[in-house]
T-cell receptor
């Protein structure tokens, strides 16, 4: 496999459920990101990991919990979400976390919170 | 605040030329990206500009004027497959990437 792979592609969950989104990159990159994409809104950066350490957390509610066990894998654990959290969640990777390099995105996980 | 402005939607005809504008107000500037995103797919890199001028890459060109806080993406010889959203993003002085909301381009036969 190549590139950035996200699973699941679609997820429907209730507000009391616990679920996780998974991201895997096969590019040998050192930085990984979670973005939230809502219709007609700019991409919102949620978390940045560089060499498995979290380097940025943009005031994201604690109901979103990231995990980066190694440089190739990134998870987003979801718990007691709200309907306004329904969106496309995009994972991305890059060679370095300083925003000057090209981002490689996965196809996203479309989340619907009922 | 920091802001990136792009038109929400544009329509163009197959075979024609279209210019998608992006204006930005950010705290400093360290480069500008354009990404393409087809519906239901990942955004993919199109271009990067850090110096003023035009960068050409096949049918696509990107222009930057730092003094005007302005960029455009020029698409020539439009094809149906160019129907997509085009995202403009600017790197500010803190090396944060500031994104526009994207321009949905509709190509008609």
């Amino acid at each position: 496999e190549t590139g950035v792979t996200q699973t699941p592609r679609h997820l429907v969950m209730g507000m009391t459920n616990k679920k996780s989104l998974k991201c895997e990159q096969h590019l040998g990159h050192n930085a990984m990101y979670w973005y939230k994409q809502s219709a007609k809104k700019p991409l919102e950066l949620m978390f940045v990991y560089s060499l498995e350490e979290r380097v940025e957390n943009n005031s994201v509610p604690s109901r979103f919990s990231p995990e980066c066990p190694n440089s190739s894998h990134l998870f987003l654990h979801l718990h007691t979400l709200q309907p306004e959290d329904s969106a496309l969640y995009l994972c991305a990777s890059s060679q370095a976390p300083d925003s000057t390099g090209e981002l490689f995105f996965g196809e996203g996980s479309r989340l619907t919170v009922l | 605040g920091q802001n990136i402005d792009q038109p929400t939607e544009m329509t163009a005809t197959e075979g024609a030329i279209v210019q998608i504008n992006c204006t930005y107000q950010t705290s400093g500037f360290n480069g500008l990206f354009w990404y393409q995103q087809h519906a239901g797919e990942a955004p993919t890199f199109l271009s990067y500009n850090v110096l003023d001028g035009l960068e050409e890459k096949g049918r696509f060109s990107s222009f930057l004027s730092r003094s005007k806080g302005y960029s455009y993406l020029l698409l020539k010889e439009l094809q149906m497959k160019d129907s997509a959203s085009y995202l403009c993003a600017v790197i500010n002085s803190n090396y944060q990437l500031i994104w526009g909301a994207g321009t949905k381009l509709i190509i008609k036969p």
